[in-house]
């Protein structure tokens, strides 16, 4: 590892001290992400739900695009993966998608902006568990 690799890798730890692990998320899954506002002098924590568009894989540089529909209109935020504004993401669905990037969704509305959600592999273990 070279020196700013070593920089970079210290950094995301200094970062991460304190707060919950990043979870695997893809483009496609249906994300929550709870970010932190300050207003005037109060601190509060606003969730951002919506699909997950993009990602950016950049080490300390990574960073995601959450799409959201609010009153039929379509908002799109950048999160940077390592932001001290960020207090956590979960994963609310995992998604079925065939592209890295999906910008096409900006156009879609309603049902044709759905994806399909993946589902848990059937195995025999939780096929005796429903018997």
């Known amino acids: 590892m070279?020196?700013?690799?070593?920089?970079?890798?210290?950094k995301i730890t200094q970062l991460m001290d304190g707060k919950q692990p990043i979870p695997e998320f893809a483009p496609g899954d249906t994300l929550s992400v709870h970010v932190i506002l300050n207003e005037g002098g109060r601190v509060r924590v606003q969730r951002f739900e919506g699909?997950?568009?993009?990602?950016?894989?950049?080490?300390?540089?990574?960073?995601?695009?959450?799409?959201?529909?609010?009153?039929?209109?379509?908002?799109?935020?950048?999160?940077p993966l390592y932001s001290p504004v960020?207090?956590?993401i979960q994963v609310l669905r995992r998604g079925v998608v065939r592209r890295a990037k999906l910008y096409?969704?900006?156009?879609?509305?309603?049902?044709?902006s759905r994806i399909k959600e993946r589902r848990r592999p059937i195995t025999p273990a939780s096929l005796s568990t429903k018997l």
Do not use: D
Not at 52 to 61: D, E, K, P, S, Y
């Open 2 to 10: 070279n020196l700013l690799e070593q920089f970079n890798q210290k």
């Open 51 to 79: 699909v997950c568009i993009a990602r950016r894989n950049r080490g300390l540089h990574s960073s995601y695009v959450v799409r959201r529909v609010v009153g039929g209109f379509s908002v799109k935020r950048r999160f």
């Open 104 to 112: 096409y969704l900006e156009g879609r509305s309603g049902k044709a």
């Open 86 to 88: 960020v207090e956590s």
